[in-house]
């Protein structure tokens, strides 16, 4: 069955760095777009990255443009999100999934919670 684990979360400081770490598993990894996504309290999902199957195309929301990195390992099954200059507002629960902004997959995994606070 499909499954998503993520980690990587914690409470950081204003301007600090974060790397976040995604473990896929089964569906074939390599073939898809993989995505990271994050939910605010009392907000909706919203799609902050993707990355194509072969790690060539990167997309970004525009709140994160030139302050996240996305990539991939496919012979590991994980993408990852570097967040540097994290801001306040990049507070949130931080998801992987499947797909390019619209997830492949209903499954969610537990998520990992980034907290920038001074």
């Known amino acids: 069955q499909v499954q998503f684990v993520e980690s990587g979360g914690g409470l950081v400081q204003p301007g600090g760095s974060l790397r976040l770490s995604c473990a896929a598993s089964g569906f074939t990894f390599s073939t898809y777009f993989m995505s990271w996504y994050r939910q605010a309290p009392g907000k909706e999902r919203e799609l902050v990255a993707a990355?194509?199957?072969?790690?060539?195309?990167?997309n970004y929301a525009d709140s994160v443009k030139g302050r996240f990195t996305i990539s991939r390992d496919n012979a590991k099954n994980t993408v990852a999100l570097q967040m540097n200059s994290l801001k306040p507002e990049d507070t949130a629960v931080y998801y992987c999934?499947?797909?390019?902004?619209?997830?492949?997959?209903?499954?969610w995994g537990q998520g990992t919670q980034v907290t920038v606070s001074s």
């Open positions: 999934n499947a797909g390019r902004g619209v997830p492949s997959f209903g499954s």
């Open positions: 990355i194509s199957s072969a790690g060539v195309i990167r």
